[in-house]
């Protein structure tokens, strides 16, 4: 293998598919980037097996096309510290190459590509379907702070895709809170759903792109394939059977409040300072025209309240919710005004944009009760 390339483009290459390198693998080679060089093109791979990266890179010169596995830790830590530049890869050995720059070389082992497993993608019975770039990175960021970490159920730990004929549902789950992003924008031939482990859901949201229209989705019972620009996502399914989410959510809340969602936020987040620590309990006190927050510690001796005015057409109740995940909530809900409808005290209570707002009828948000 021979070529010069970018340095800049080269790590922000391996930089794009580096989180993919498992802190530590029973597969050593895995500790690796694979490197494949062919037609003018600089293909480079990164994987832990459940997760596999793949960018490429034009490069500048091709003077011999190859394939190598190169250390991941030892090329990044190198590159950060140059300064963008050409540089020029040679194999010198069976067993190193050079990686030279304007005024100095380094030497670093490689391995034979052949060591490199093979990850397998998605098989002929798989669903391809286009999704707009904003649109995937919206609803994984509306919905990835509601996963679970449950051993016991393992299909909670992710986002699960639920698209039909006309429209997409992304859903998030923990079992104290619920949430769902709707897009009309994607739809599939027939109905069909997957579930995505929040790590890869993590990394898909950070690495695509402000400027990425769309990423190419391929799935099947087993796995899926992310596609947009220059880059390929491979990943692991969670496999099993999602809970039948839409049966939980509310249809008959009758009791309704509208408030400003930022003031709501910030008093939830002073009041709660007094909450008990172990409970993270606040109470909402409702009545016409009034939302009274309150909370306290009887340990420490804390104790608070805040009175807001709001918009509230209902029966006068109370109910108490776990602080944390109701400003969780309400932190990844952009809108100016939100709705919250109620049952009773002792029922789910569903959260939403009013529907004077672009995202309503797009996130809904359900949150249990809890109790002091």
């Known amino acids: 293998m021979k070529l010069?390339?970018?340095?800049?483009?080269?790590?922000?290459?391996i930089m794009t598919v580096a989180k993919a390198i498992p802190t530590k693998s029973a597969l050593p080679i895995l500790e690796n980037?694979?490197?494949v060089l062919k037609g003018g093109r600089l293909e480079i791979t990164a994987s832990?097996?459940?997760?596999?990266m793949k960018t490429g890179i034009e490069v500048e010169n091709a003077e011999e096309e190859g394939q190598i596995a190169v250390?991941?830790?030892?090329?990044m830590d190198l590159l950060k510290e140059l300064p963008d530049q050409p540089l020029s890869i040679?194999?010198?050995s069976d067993t190193s190459f050079e990686f030279s720059w304007s005024n100095g070389a380094s030497t670093l082992p490689y391995f034979p590509a052949e060591d490199y497993p093979a990850f397998s993608a998605t098989d002929e019975s798989a669903i391809t379907l286009d999704f707009p770039a904003q649109e995937l990175t919206e609803g994984i960021a509306s919905t990835i702070y509601a996963t679970a970490d449950d051993e016991i159920r393992p299909t909670m730990n992710g986002i699960y895709f639920d698209l039909d004929t006309d429209s997409t549902t992304l859903v998030a789950?923990?079992?104290?809170?619920?949430?769902c992003y709707t897009t009309k924008a994607v739809t599939a031939p027939e109905k069909a759903s997957f579930i995505l482990h929040k790590k890869p859901a993590a990394i898909l949201r950070s690495i695509i792109g402000k400027n990425t229209e769309s990423v190419k989705i391929s799935f099947d019972a087993k796995n899926a394939v992310f596609q947009f620009d220059s880059t390929i996502v491979i990943c692991r399914l969670v496999v099993g059977k999602y809970p039948r989410y839409r049966d939980v959510i509310p249809q008959n809340n009758t009791n309704i409040l509208k408030i400003d969602r930022q003031q709501l936020l910030n008093s939830v987040?002073?009041?709660?300072?007094c909450a008990n620590k172990g409970s993270n309990h606040i109470k909402f006190n409702l009545s016409s025209g009034q939302l009274e927050i309150t909370a306290q510690d009887l340990g420490f001796s804390l104790?608070?309240?805040?009175?807001?005015a709001c918009e509230y057409d209902g029966d006068e109740f109370s109910i108490g919710f776990k602080s944390t995940f109701l400003v969780e909530i309400l932190g990844n809900i952009d809108c100016t005004e939100i709705v919250l409808k109620f049952a009773d005290g002792a029922r789910p209570a569903v959260i939403v944009p009013s529907e004077e707002e672009d995202e309503s009828g797009k996130i809904c948000g359900i949150l249990m009760p809890s109790i002091a």
């Open 90 to 92: 040679r194999t010198v």
């Open 71 to 75: 250390p991941a830790k030892h090329l």
């Open 33 to 35: 980037f694979l490197f």
């Open 303 to 308: 104790a608070a309240y805040e009175k807001l």
């Open 48 to 52: 832990d097996s459940e997760l596999t």
């Open 269 to 273: 987040r002073r009041v709660s300072v």
């Open 4 to 13: 010069v390339i970018s340095s800049s483009e080269l790590l922000k290459g």
């Open 173 to 179: 789950s923990d079992a104290h809170k619920l949430v």
